[in-house]
Structures are given as C-alpha cells and as structure tokens.
Nanobody, 128 residues
Framework: QVQLVESGGGSVQAGGSLRLSCAASVSIYGNKCMAWFRQAPGKEREGVAAIPTITGSTFGSTLYADSVKGRFTISQGNARTWSLQMNSLNPEDTAMYYC??????????????????WGQGTQVTVAS
C-alpha cells in the first residue's frame, strides 16, 4: 500500500494563496490518476482536481471541480509528488484537503469511490 502525505495547509485571509503538496512513499508507476479532494465540516468529501499520469509524466487533461476552475492548478512534480496551487481563496474553500491515487487514469469525473489510496489530510482555513 502506497503511503501518501500531504503538506502545505494553513490559515490565510480571503484572497490569499496556498500551495499543497502530496508525497507518495514510493514512485507511482503505470497509468494512474493523482487527485485532490476536500471535506468541509458536515459535508461530503468532494473531488477538487485530478491529473492523469503514466510513471512520472502527465498524460492527458486535468480535471477540476467547477467551484475551483480558474483559481486552483494541479501539477505533477515527479513520479512521487504532486501539488495543488490555490489562489483567490475564499471562506468556502475552508476544508480538510486530501490527496489520493487511483489506477487506470482519471476518467471524466473526480469520484471519491474510484480512489483507494488516501493521505491523512491537511487543513486549509480561509478567513473572511
């Protein structure tokens, strides 16, 4: 089982930026999808962004939730790391953010049930 560790969360004012990072314990080989989810108190976990990868190289189009398009950018560092650059943050972005991996590419939606490897999460709090 691949271990995933998130970092980079924190507290910011509305309009600010944060960069989240996810590091896997081993290189992720083959056709996979690296993704970010978030879960706010009392709400279900939702997909935020996803990037398809084949052993360290981005392969295909990224996916974003409508609520973050134009503000968040997902990118891959190497076969073990990926990041989420979050700009123009607003209080509705406050949540625990999780990175996750699934096999077989990203598909067309960022569905929670498709992912079987999860990190422990990093908290993002945006003050108004």
């Amino acid at each position: 089982q691949v271990q995933l560790v998130e970092s980079g969360g924190g507290s910011v004012q509305a309009g600010g930026s944060l960069r989240l990072s996810c590091a896997a314990s081993v290189s992720i080989y083959g056709n996979k999808c690296m993704a970010w989810f978030r879960q706010a108190p009392g709400k279900e976990r939702e997909g935020v962004a996803a990037i398809p990868t084949i052993t360290g190289s981005t392969f295909g189009s990224t996916l974003y939730a409508d609520s973050v398009k134009g503000r968040f950018t997902i990118s891959q560092g190497n076969a073990r790391t990926w990041s989420l650059q979050m700009n123009s943050l607003n209080p509705e972005d406050t949540a625990m953010y999780y990175c996750a991996v699934r096999a077989g590419g990203c598909g067309r939606t960022i569905g929670r049930s498709d992912y079987n490897n999860w990190g422990q999460g990093t908290q993002v709090t945006v003050a108004s």
